[in-house]
């Protein structure tokens, strides 16, 4: 009997890997750069801050006009965010896929709310500009906390220069 394939309103398969159809190319990129970084950074799961961490490792012009906005060095704001989320113990070499099971619930959320932002937006597809605005407008945002926690700019403005930068890059 065929496994169904998921409805154009579900970015996961039925075994819990990402659809491809559902991300772009930059999207796909982001998302496996964020495993890396997870790996990189100790944790055993991807989490939110793996996929911010994954936009600025490859940045997509919209992200980079983004970071222009903020008038930050995206690799330093890369590095500090692995500083900062970096764990002494835990397992450098730890197994992780882009599979379900391997993503924290905010990561899995956030992945859905991206995908429902790119169907409201008329796209079958991801871009990194729905990761960024989305991780950005996501209640509790972590990412967004440590800029306001820094005093650099509060969740609605960063949300705003993203907004700006996607509009500005031709990001559709």
Excluded: Y
Excluded at 73 to 91: I, S, Y
Excluded at 137 to 158: D, G, H, P, Q, Y
């Amino acid at each position: 009997m065929a496994t169904p394939q998921p409805g154009p309103e579900e970015i996961f398969l039925p075994g819990g890997q990402i659809c491809k159809e559902s991300v772009t190319g930059p999207a796909l990129t982001v998302l496996q750069e964020a495993l890396k970084l997870a790996r990189v950074t100790r944790w055993d799961s991807v989490r939110s801050p793996h996929i911010f961490m994954g936009l600025l490792a490859v940045p997509d012009p919209g992200v980079r006009l983004w970071g222009d906005r903020l008038g930050a060095d995206l690799g330093r704001l890369l590095r500090d965010f692995q500083e900062l989320f970096h764990q002494e113990e835990g397992e450098c070499e730890a197994l992780l896929m882009l599979n379900r099971e391997f993503l924290s619930d905010n990561v899995i959320r956030l992945l859905r709310e991206a995908h429902a932002r790119a169907l409201d937006h008329h796209r079958a597809a991801v871009t990194p500009m729905d990761l960024l605005i989305t991780l950005l407008t996501t209640s509790n945002s972590i990412v967004a906390e440590c800029f306001e926690r820094s005093n650099i700019a509060t969740a609605a403005k960063l949300t705003e220069w993203a907004v700006l930068a996607e509009q500005q890059s031709g990001a559709k």
